[in-house]
């Protein structure tokens, strides 16, 4: 006997369903109740709070990675210093 898809999927396979009619029933509810100028400031607004959403993720990246350039370059620094200091008793060993 083949397997077929269990109750469980089936009954989230109707949930999706059932979901997605009432989806598209509310555009279609909302469209029909609003004018083609209405719908395209909703629209404009939507565009609008996804770019400013968009900016400032792209913003705090350009934090983080400053952060990080900085701590980088912190730690070449003070690499640095240790060599300095390191060659620097070397010398004096030597002297």
């Known amino acids: 006997m083949a397997a077929g898809p269990s109750r469980k999927d089936g009954v989230e ?10 989806a598209r029933q509310n555009q279609q509810s909302w469209n029909h ?7 395209y400031v909703e629209a404009e607004h939507q565009h609008a709070a996804h770019l400013a959403e968009l900016l400032q993720q792209q913003a705090q990246q350009r934090v983080i ?7 980088h370059l ?22």
Request: overall charge negative; glycine content about 8%; cysteine-free.
């Open 13 to 22: 396979w109707q949930g999706r369903l059932k979901q997605d009619f009432q």
């Open 33 to 39: 109740g609003h004018t083609f100028q209405e719908r």
């Open 65 to 71: 990675e400053a952060l990080q350039h900085q701590a």
């Open 74 to 95: 912190a730690e070449v620094q003070r690499q640095g210093q240790m060599g300095a200091q390191q060659h620097q008793a070397h010398l004096t060993e030597v002297q």
